[in-house]
């Protein structure tokens, strides 16, 4: 008998139907495979989901992640939930065993396999001696890329502040969508004004006549460069942005954190400084711009949560190097991020 699944995890739910889980339930930010999503019922969003509707498609399991729902509704749950924490490359193998084994799903056990594979390969260095993924050049687009938590406390669920946080993102894409028209005007106008300056999307214009330097490890999944180093070389440090006013980055300790270590892109500045000060961060720390070095820190904006790519004079005003980064790469834990990291170890 194949499980009916619920999956209130926006990457599993990717995950699982592209593994021939029998998903009869998703959240509206389940948009992933497309064609599959959308004849699969939603039953809300990842923070307020319907109880009612969930119950109604009598589900054997509900898919939930700590980053991602929040601890009282699991505990509200009828329903045996299947309960992820995805922290790093390895529990993302962890978690795809786990659940291939009791949505009887082979292809998740390949799934977890495919993960411990790139969990293995050694970092990337510009000093040799190990491999270093092939990461795409400036010349080219870049495509988009189809620990157990059961002894975790309860504060590693979604926190109250996040989920604030991450409603705000929801009220303003939908605020978005309602004005679309009026948005892809501004749009528009904006493309046409940056095609005169450095914020120009490489996979729709060439290139200058002198292309920079590269730096010294590429940036992997880039969309858009809103302003190129002036001095790649003195680039020493990278900060991955998920949120404006305040600016918010991620912690090491975090997937995106392990991702971008996993690329070679460690040098976060947050990072490096609370190691060096045996500072504790919180998973999605405030930064103060004005205490970085634009001619040695690139910012890194993420499509998600915020929606960076639609708002690059934000990153344009700071004065920094920026480029526009698939959020989605990144952050989506399931087969996405995998695939997309395939793409360059492989």
């Keep these: 008998m194949n499980p009916r699944v619920v999956s209130l995890v926006p990457s599993w739910t990717e995950t699982l139907v592209n593994s021939g889980v029998n998903v009869v339930g998703r959240t509206r930010f389940c948009i992933h495979p497309a064609k599959s999503v959308a004849e699969i019922p939603t039953v809300g969003g990842t923070k307020d989901p319907r109880l009612d509707k969930i119950v109604a498609l009598d589900p054997d ?5 700590r980053e991602e729902n929040t601890r009282e509704f699991v505990e509200s749950c009828p329903v045996p939930v299947i309960d992820t924490w995805v922290r790093s490359l390895r529990d993302c193998s962890a978690d795809c065993e786990r659940m291939a084994e009791q949505l009887k799903s082979p292809r998740l056990g390949e799934i977890a396999k495919r993960w411990r594979r790139i969990d293995e390969q050694p970092l990337p260095t510009s000093g040799g001696g190990m491999s270093t993924p092939r990461f795409p050049s400036e010349s080219e687009s870049v495509s988009e890329s189809e620990s157990e938590s059961e002894s975790q406390s309860e504060s590693q669920w979604q926190s109250q502040s996040q989920s604030e946080l991450e409603s705000q993102s929801v009220s303003q894409s939908e605020s978005e969508s309602e004005s679309e028209s009026e948005s892809q005007s501004q749009s528009q106008s904006q493309s046409q004004s940056q095609s005169q300056s450095e914020s120009e999307s490489e996979s729709q214009l060439p290139l200058p006549s002198e292309s920079p330097v590269p730096l010294p490890l590429p940036v992997p999944f880039v969309q858009e460069w809103v302003r190129r180093p002036r001095n790649p070389g003195a680039i020493t440090e990278v900060l991955y ?3 404006h006013d305040p600016w918010m980055t991620v912690a090491p300790s975090t997937f995106v954190g392990s991702v971008l270590n996993k690329v070679g892109l460690k040098q976060s500045v947050i990072g490096r400084r609370a190691g060096e000060n045996g500072v504790e961060l919180p998973d999605y720390p405030t930064v103060d ?8 820190t690139l910012l890194l904006g993420s499509t998600e949560p915020f929606p960076f790519h639609r708002k690059t004079e934000l990153l344009a005003d700071t004065k920094f190097p920026a480029a526009i980064v698939d959020g989605e790469n990144y952050s989506w834990f399931g087969e ?5 990291l ?3 170890f492989f």
């Design 336 to 340: 996405r991020t995998l695939l997309a």
């Design 61 to 65: 399991y509900i898919v939930v992640d």
């Design 342 to 344: 395939e793409s360059l």
């Design 241 to 243: 942005l998920i949120w």
């Design 289 to 296: 711009l004005t205490q970085l070095d634009p001619e040695q």
